[in-house]
């Protein structure tokens, strides 16, 4: 049973920083692209970051520059680092997987396979 489960979520003030991971477990594809996504009370699921197995990694352009997506194969685990974070940062974020490359689609929730749970992330000013 293919299993992701996020961590890290907390409440800070503005400027701070957090470090989201995202444990996967359960499957095994041979080449896989892996996001963080982020949905705000009455709010579409966002594409925030995506990174490919082949180290391809795409940014939504509200956190360039201040997110850095990345993962370690060998913890199958996938991380979120998250600085000068601002109240709009405010959601709860979720980690998703699919098989194959990143390119284009990255951002498209109805493209990915498996999901966690999520984490909230709260932003006060």
């Known amino acids: 049973q293919a299993q992701l489960m996020e961590s890290g979520g907390a409440s800070v003030q503005a400027g701070g920083s957090l470090r989201l991971s995202c444990a996967a477990s359960?499957?095994?594809?041979?080449?896989?692209?892996r996001g963080w996504f982020r949905q705000a009370p009455g709010q579409e699921r966002e594409g925030v970051a995506g990174?490919?197995?082949?180290?391809?990694?795409m940014y939504a352009d509200s956190v360039k520059g201040r997110f850095t997506i990345s993962r370690d194969n060998t913890k199958n685990t996938l991380y979120l680092q998250m600085n000068s974070l601002n109240p709009e940062d405010t959601a709860m974020y979720y980690c998703?997987?699919?098989?194959?490359?990143?390119?284009?689609?990255?951002?498209?929730?109805?493209?990915?396979?498996?999901w966690g749970q999520g984490t909230q992330v709260t932003v006060s000013s």
């Open positions: 990174i490919g197995q082949d180290g391809t990694i």
């Open positions: 998703a997987a699919r098989a194959g490359l990143c390119y284009g689609s990255w951002s498209i929730p109805e493209r990915y396979t498996y």
């Open positions: 359960g499957y095994k594809f041979s080449s896989d692209c």
